[in-house]
């Protein structure tokens, strides 16, 4: 009998390990599976920022549209957060993560989609592509005394074009995929993090969450080489002779292959969430489903008869549930060093976004540098420096044990050194083009006062040219010209990209000494002393860099212990809603706005409305991209400074240093709260959006 009941207890021991091998094997694939949706995400965000200037110039927008485009990704996560965070906890969450990943792939390829619709794209009004010939008109030279037809092309071509491009509006695709992939993104984190701390051992929590934060930094690698790989190809890429394609990488109106980079992350994100559907609900769903299934069979007789009671109780739960929510919202809002820390977060936060939002075309305009150039020297640099920079934050934190003071101290010293390595950018602002028509006369001899409505010169006035025109040529006194035909050239040699004008009197006034009045495509490269302010101005971006992430550590921390423990989910979940709405969706607006402001040439569509912008003012851009972001982090300080004073004041003669439990309890937070994002991905856009990881892409742009 002995022996029996040994045996017994020997097959259920076998049984019960058996069960927590499949318990452990089944978390071990949810670990898997989110690590993957982990790096879909990120490397969504990112495509999306590197992609924003090409998008802007293929469907010939502004700036401030190109910025509500970007901040679709919040709209779309502020429309069902509320929703995943109330429900997300009681239903299937493998399956909404699985859920929320084909949405995000989707949203992707959605954006790609109107490539394929809009036909070839015409960089300027001289292109003509033809399906079956793959060939190219000619470009207009000075022909005095002579009418030139707009084009070269009927009227009744030009208006049926016209009639073409006003209804197309495609940028709506990409502003509804980018919403679409915010609203797949949204349960990732959340759910995932919840999933985690309720099924994981004991203390294990931090550490997986942690490693999944690394492994998501595999995101922005592979956005960054992919953006830099992408934006050199051409837009048109396996459709058309890419030898009659004329201008270069470097040019204004070149368009890389933006859409590859959201195809290659939309079939990541949808491989992604495959193997969600197969995941259970939780690792022991058996035993649960047991427990479940008593339970039920013991209640169902009083439910039955109390149903009318319970109905009423509920409604009571309900009510007392909203009025519970409303007191809590009071409290954290009439508490007063939550609501300084929320300002100067916001602040912070909408300089962090509209800064790298806009930071790669700051390097295109400012330093003549081209797309795949400003992807790939972002992607080097700047990841391992704000990996480095959270490590070191998080490691000075615990090593040193600082109190709630001590943090908001090191979180005021990192962002002041950033601020003032932010000061050091305004020395590098490039001094704008020598370009005739916007910045010089046309013969090249005085400045003018604006750029608008430049008047014609004696050497141009008399060829009959069309002043919309963008066709750049760089003449041998070192001064671009805003099409051939304006530099007054009378003749040229040589094909597409190879093609030199000559007997150009406009250069000739310049008083060139070996007499060779000849202009070649595009525009004149920058000197060396502006390319020597690039290399500085990126010296100086690595450190501004790791200032910025190491402050991000200390900047989340703050969020969770300002407030009573139990609001600090409410706490955090309330910030993000103000930073995603104030933030993540305006702060990309107004920035654009801005710089459209310090525009010199747009482009014209054939029916002669405004479309992206060309060359931009140097140093009007310069001081209005760096001078917002400046006046956004100056006031932020300000606010540091009275927050830091503040707590003294509360917390005076208390010990505010955390316990292990607590700080166990602060980092799984705050970890959840750093995910919770989309700018920047490791998140670096992340693209959930969270404050760390707006501090991270920023920390990327400042």
């Known amino acids: 009998m002995d022996q029996h009941q040994h045996l017994n207890k020997t097959a259920e021991s076998e049984s019960s390990e058996k069960k927590k091998t499949r318990r452990c094997n089944g978390f071990k694939m949810f670990l898997a599976a989110l690590s993957f949706s982990y790096i879909a995400k990120a490397l969504g965000g990112i495509i999306m920022k590197i992609s924003i200037t090409q998008i802007e110039r293929r469907f010939d927008i502004s700036s401030s549209l190109a910025g509500l485009i970007d901040g679709s990704f919040e709209i779309g996560n502020l429309l069902v957060i509320i929703f995943?965070?109330?429900?997300?906890?009681?239903?299937?969450?493998p399956k909404l993560i699985g859920i929320g990943c084909l949405l995000m792939g989707t949203g992707s390829i959605l954006t790609a989609l109107p490539h394929f619709f809009m036909g070839y794209y015409r960089y300027s009004k001289e292109t003509h592509i033809n399906p079956s010939e793959n060939s190219t008109s000619t470009l207009s030279t000075c022909l005095i005394n002579q009418t030139l037809s707009f084009n070269g092309t009927s009227p009744e071509i030009v208006e049926k074009d016209c009639v073409k491009e006003s209804g197309s509006h495609m940028w709506i695709y990409v502003f509804m995929g980018n919403m679409l992939r915010g609203i797949g993104e949204t349960?990732?984190?959340?759910l995932g993090i919840s999933y985690i701390d309720d099924f994981a051992k004991e203390g294990h929590s931090s550490l997986y969450v942690g490693s999944l934060n690394a492994i998501g930094m595999i995101g922005p690698v592979i956005g960054f080489a992919l953006g830099s790989l992408f934006a050199k190809m051409y837009v048109d890429i396996g459709y058309v002779d890419l030898s009659t394609i004329r201008i270069t990488p470097k040019d204004s109106r070149w368009v890389g292959a933006w859409w590859l980079g959201f195809?290659?992350?939309?079939?990541?994100?949808?491989?992604?969430?495959?193997?969600?559907?197969f995941l259970p609900q939780n690792p022991n769903k058996p035993q649960k489903e047991r427990k479940v299934s008593l339970s039920l069979h013991v209640l169902k007789t009083n439910d039955d008869r109390n149903q009318t009671a319970n109905l009423t109780n509920q409604g009571k739960n309900v009510t007392k549930n909203v009025t519970g929510f409303f007191q809590s919202l009071k409290s954290i809002l009439t508490n007063p060093l939550y609501v300084i820390f929320l300002l100067l977060t916001l602040l912070q936060v909408s300089s962090f976004i509209g800064s790298f939002t806009y930071v790669f075309k700051y390097m295109e305009q400012q330093y003549g540098q081209s797309a795949s150039q400003?992807?790939?020297?972002?992607?080097?640099?700047?990841?391992?420096?704000?990996?480095?920079?959270?490590?070191?934050?998080?490691?000075?934190?615990?090593?040193?044990?600082?109190?709630?003071?001590?943090?908001?101290?090191?979180?005021?010293?990192?962002?002041?050194i950033s601020f003032l390595f932010q000061l050091l950018y305004f020395p590098l602002i490039c001094e704008s083009k020598s370009v005739a028509g916007l910045t010089l006369t046309y013969d090249?001899?005085?400045?003018?006062?604006?750029?608008?409505?430049?008047?014609?010169?004696?050497?141009?006035?008399?060829?009959?040219?069309?002043?919309?025109?963008?066709?750049p040529v760089c003449?041998?006194?070192?001064?671009?010209?805003?099409?051939?035909?304006?530099?007054?050239?009378?003749?040229?040699?040589?094909?597409?990209?190879?093609?030199v004008f000559y007997n150009c009197s406009c250069v000739e006034v310049t008083g060139l000494q070996n007499r060779n009045y000849s202009a070649h495509l595009g525009e004149c490269p920058r000197d060396n002393t502006c390319t020597r302010k690039f290399f500085i101005y990126v010296a100086i971006q690595v450190i501004n860099s790791l200032f910025s992430a190491t402050g991000g550590t200390a900047f989340i921390l703050l969020t969770v212990k300002i407030v009573q423990p139990e609001l600090k989910a409410l706490a955090m979940g309330f910030q993000s809603m103000v930073i995603r709405t104030l933030g993540g969706i305006l702060a990309p607006i107004y920035f654009g706005a801005l710089i459209d402001k310090t525009c010199m040439k747009w482009s014209t569509n054939s029916c002669g409305a405004q479309g992206a912008c060309r060359i931009y003012n140097s140093v009007f851009f310069g001081r209005v991209y760096l001078g917002l972001s400046i006046a956004l982090r100056f006031p932020a300080l300000v606010l540091?400074?009275?927050?830091?004073?503040?707590?003294?004041?509360?917390?005076q003669g208390k010990d505010t240093k955390a316990s292990d439990n607590e700080r166990k309890v602060m980092d799984e937070a705050n970890l959840e709260f750093l995910n919770n994002g989309e700018h920047f991905v490791p998140s670096a856009g992340t693209d959930s959006k969270t404050c760390n990881l707006d501090m991270q892409d920023n920390a990327v742009a400042n």
């Open 84 to 93: 995943v965070s109330y429900f997300g906890s009681k239903l299937h969450r």
């Open 187 to 190: 349960p990732v984190v959340p």
């Open 263 to 277: 195809l290659v992350s939309g079939l990541f994100s949808i491989i992604s969430s495959i193997p969600f559907f």
């Open 374 to 416: 400003a992807n790939f020297l972002l992607g080097i640099i700047t990841i391992p420096t704000i990996a480095t920079g959270m490590f070191l934050g998080g490691f000075i934190i615990k090593k040193f044990k600082l109190s709630l003071v001590g943090i908001a101290k090191f979180s005021f010293l990192t962002s002041m």
């Open 444 to 471: 090249g001899n005085n400045s003018v006062a604006s750029h608008v409505d430049v008047p014609l010169s004696y050497c141009n006035s008399e060829c009959n040219c069309d002043e919309s025109q963008w066709e």
């Open 475 to 499: 003449g041998n006194n070192g001064i671009t010209y805003l099409s051939p035909c304006l530099a007054g050239c009378k003749s040229s040699s040589g094909i597409k990209k190879h093609t």
């Open 640 to 651: 540091y400074i009275v927050f830091i004073f503040a707590v003294k004041k509360k917390f």
